[in-house]
């Protein structure tokens, strides 16, 4: 017998939830197992279990009737959902996730399982370079684009969200030995510019748990928060942020060479993300701050050449 619910979402995925979204999510939370059974029905699939990841949507396995092993995910967020799928429709043939159906009416789309299992394959030797040559054919596409896109925009984001916040938080926070160096690049921060000749559609969440592999030991991108905006910025957080503290000098070597950007051009990018996140780690009292704070440091350097 096809199995039709899956339950109610574990204690930890509600967790994660109410604590990126606020008390709200609780009501929500309540209604997406259902959402996903009527996705189910829709599209004629077979419901597995949860996958327990993520911060912002519910996500379970499902199969087709030919026994296609797909992601079905839904979102809270319905700008959120929307913005993700316009984006991942954007690259399809590229190297992200596929849409293979989506509903605007329950914000649930089904989605490629990259790799065939949740969490995607095996890991390739040469990671970084395959990760950077799968941003830039993204980008590519993206610069494609010719009609305007219902997305966000970095400019917005900069001016409305990173530089009020890291005014507040340098307000609220003891940035220790770091102070002198904060001063410093306070005002790169509030010059940085965008390069139109760049613009192009931005991933701009380039943790490491958001880069998944096939069986072929090809990347595919997932969970985009996407943007329209400088190519500098995506290129800036992956160097930053993919494996923060670890090969932060091969990254963006890699940046540079497979972007074109220059050092003298990225490097202001890479240091403006990783002061705001030192300032959100120290806000929040994550233990990551005192890696962050090497990483800004190494970033800050004359000549960078350490590894970190």
């Known amino acids: 017998m096809?199995?039709?619910?899956?339950?109610?979402?574990?204690?930890?995925?509600?967790?994660?939830?109410?604590?990126?979204?606020?008390s709200e999510a609780a009501e929500?939370?309540?209604?997406?197992?259902?959402?996903?059974?009527?996705?189910?029905?829709?599209?004629?699939?077979?419901?597995?279990?949860?996958?327990?990841?993520?911060?912002?949507?519910?996500?379970?396995?499902?199969?087709?009737?030919?026994?296609?092993?797909?992601?079905?995910?839904?979102?809270?967020?319905?700008?959120?959902?929307?913005?993700?799928?316009?984006?991942?429709?954007l690259w399809a043939?590229?190297?992200a996730a596929g849409v293979?159906?989506?509903?605007?009416?329950?914000?649930?789309?089904?989605?490629e399982m990259i790799g065939g299992r949740p969490g995607g394959?095996?890991?390739?030797?040469r990671e970084f370079q395959t990760v950077a040559a799968a941003l830039h054919g993204l980008h590519t596409f993206g610069r494609r684009q010719r009609r305007p896109l219902d997305l966000p925009t970095l400019a917005t984001y900069l001016h409305q969200e990173v530089r009020p916040r890291v005014r507040r938080r340098l307000k609220a926070v003891d940035v220790g030995p770091s102070?002198?160096?904060v001063d410093v690049l306070l005002p790169e921060l509030m010059a940085l510019e965008e390069d139109d000749g760049r613009t192009t559609v931005l991933h701009t969440d380039l943790y490491r748990e958001n880069v998944l592999f096939d069986w072929l030991g090809h990347p595919r991108l997932i969970d985009p928060l996407p943007m329209v905006g400088d190519a500098a910025f995506d290129w800036a957080f992956w160097t930053v942020y993919y494996d923060l503290g670890h090969g932060t000098d091969t990254r963006l070597a890699a940046a540079v060479r497979i972007s074109r950007i220059p050092v003298p051009?990225?490097?202001?990018?890479?240091?403006?993300?990783?002061?705001?996140?030192?300032?959100?780690?120290?806000?929040?009292?994550?233990?990551?701050?005192?890696r962050m704070a090497d990483v800004l440091a190494w970033l800050s350097a004359p000549t960078p050449g350490n590894r970190s």
Not at 29 to 50: M, N, Q
Not at 100 to 111: I, Y
Not at 121 to 125: C, G
């Open 265 to 290: 051009v990225l490097a202001p990018w890479c240091r403006a993300l990783a002061l705001d996140g030192l300032l959100y780690y120290l806000e929040t009292g994550d233990p990551r701050a005192p």
């Open 28 to 89: 929500w939370l309540d209604e997406a197992p259902a959402l996903l059974d009527r996705a189910a029905e829709r599209w004629k699939l077979t419901l597995g279990g949860y996958h327990d990841a993520g911060h912002a949507s519910v996500i379970a396995t499902a199969d087709t009737v030919d026994g296609r092993p797909l992601l079905l995910k839904a979102w809270t967020d319905l700008t959120r959902f929307r913005n993700e799928v316009t984006a991942l429709r």
């Open 179 to 181: 102070r002198d160096l």
């Open 93 to 95: 043939g590229g190297a």
């Open 2 to 22: 096809v199995k039709r619910t899956l339950g109610e979402v574990s204690p930890e995925c509600r967790r994660r939830l109410i604590t990126h979204y606020g």
């Open 100 to 111: 293979v159906e989506a509903a605007d009416d329950l914000a649930v789309a089904a989605l």
């Open 121 to 125: 394959s095996e890991r390739p030797a």
